[in-house]
């Protein structure tokens, strides 16, 4: 995985918690290559979008795009490169998949061409040009990137540029805006972990009858540590106030049911998870921290973000290949916390939940019974390693899952 334990451990935004900037970074839909060199041997979704990119030229005839770089994929690179003067190799690097992309979207070869980077430019996946070659050249300067120079934003600088973000305390979405380029560009300073969810003012007051945006942030994260149990629907109603009230009991605070500075402070940084001594109220011998429950389901979704395009290995518990179960075991396994080897017996130690939040396993009957799992992301979609693809991100609306949902426990 990529990065350092620490980074790995940063507690990032609520939009990254529930997992709202995933739904659309890893689409396989959105061409990406470039930012990394492909081979015979490799299994990976980048392969899939180089062997659909050479089907669109007339190269790849295998009815299938699978994934795999096999000798197929080997041969249509080869021909490729004859036909446009390249060294043949059979491999697709740099030259091969600029020449290839710039076939692909015009001379040009992307979406944004600008000489260089400035704090109006936005840059972000699928995006390529010089504007991509000066953002990855101040990445690697900085230590964040350390692959070829491509000017291809596609996931391995996706990675850096969420590294970049976590260390500097900025959203952490992938995207270079205006503030992190101005953090590029100035060399700001790398912070302590950014707090996990502050996107209300110190001098705010939510009461009984508040509305809006700022409610539902208050509820989301009243729910994510187990306080409120009813639908983030930005109304400050009664099941609001008793969440509210709970909160403020367990946290040593005057219980009047009023979020007001002291309560959204406390809520925001260090807060306490609603359960029994402060323990994780999952079955099964689970040994999680009794810290900050809301950073242990962030960290847990940034461990499983790292890991996308691992290849799915039958039996696999490691970064070389996972199954579905040894994934999420592995996940977890990262942020101290112990659960059972086998979907079944997820299943069985786990406590069930009407609606998964971020951070509760989905399972799905594919086989008869419990016998496929990811990890809840948010915005409808969970993160799992499918025999077909590898680690990636799926929608629980696709045809075939919304048909084996079976239901959602959590473990932590």
């Not at 396989?28 to 930012?35: E, I, K, N, V, Y």
């Not at 900050?292 to 847990?300: C, D, V």
Request: aromatic share 8%; with cysteine.
């Amino acid at each position: 995985m990529k990065g350092s334990s620490m980074l790995k451990k940063v507690v990032l935004s609520s939009t990254f918690a529930t997992g709202l900037f995933l739904a659309t970074q890893y689409d396989t839909a959105d061409a990406a290559l470039g930012d990394q060199t492909l081979r015979k041997g490799q299994s990976h979704p980048d392969v899939k979008e180089l062997q659909e990119a050479l089907k669109k030229k007339g190269f790849f005839n295998s009815p299938t795009s699978t994934g795999y770089f096999g000798s197929i994929t080997e041969d249509a690179v080869r021909e490729f490169q004859m036909k446009h003067g390249l060294q043949v190799d059979g491999i697709a690097g740099p030259q091969t998949l600029n020449a290839l992309l710039s076939q692909m979207n015009g001379n040009n070869g992307g979406q944004q061409t600008s000489s260089s980077t400035s704090n109006s430019t936005i840059l972000r996946f699928g995006s390529s040009g010089q504007a991509v070659r000066d953002l990855q050249e101040k990445l690697k300067a900085k230590g964040y990137y350390n692959h070829s120079i491509t000017g291809q934003y596609g996931r391995i600088t996706t990675e850096a540029v969420r590294e970049f973000q976590r260390a500097n305390r900025l959203t952490v979405d992938g995207i270079v805006g205006p503030q992190t380029l101005a953090a590029l560009t100035n060399q700001a300073p790398a912070a302590s972990a950014p707090q996990y969810n502050a996107p209300v003012q110190q001098t705010t007051v939510l009461r009984e009858g508040s509305r809006g945006d700022a409610v539902r942030d208050l509820q989301r994260s009243l729910k994510d540590l187990g306080y409120y149990k009813s639908s983030i629907d930005g109304i400050f109603g009664a099941g609001t106030t008793t969440a509210v009230r709970e909160f403020q009991r367990n946290m040593g605070l005057t219980d009047d049911g009023v979020a007001g500075p002291q309560t959204l402070n406390a809520l925001h940084v260090n807060p306490t998870p609603n359960t029994p001594n402060g323990q994780s109220s999952a079955s099964g011998g689970h040994t999680a921290s009794s810290g900050n429950r809301g950073a242990l389901i962030t960290n847990i979704v940034a461990n499983a973000s790292e890991l996308i395009g691992t290849p799915y290995v039958w039996g696999g518990t490691t970064p070389r290949g996972f199954d579905c179960s040894g994934f999420v075991q592995y996940v977890f396994a990262q942020q101290g916390v112990s659960i059972p080897r086998t979907v079944a017996q997820m299943w069985n130690a786990g406590t069930s939940v009407s609606q998964p939040s971020v951070g509760d396993l989905v399972f799905f009957d594919t086989t008869g019974g419990p016998s496929h799992n990811g990890i809840y992301i948010g915005n409808n979609q969970f993160i799992h390693s499918g025999s077909s693809t590898g680690v990636t991100i799926a929608s629980m609306n696709n045809t075939y899952w919304a048909k084996r949902y079976i239901g959602a426990k959590r473990l932590y």
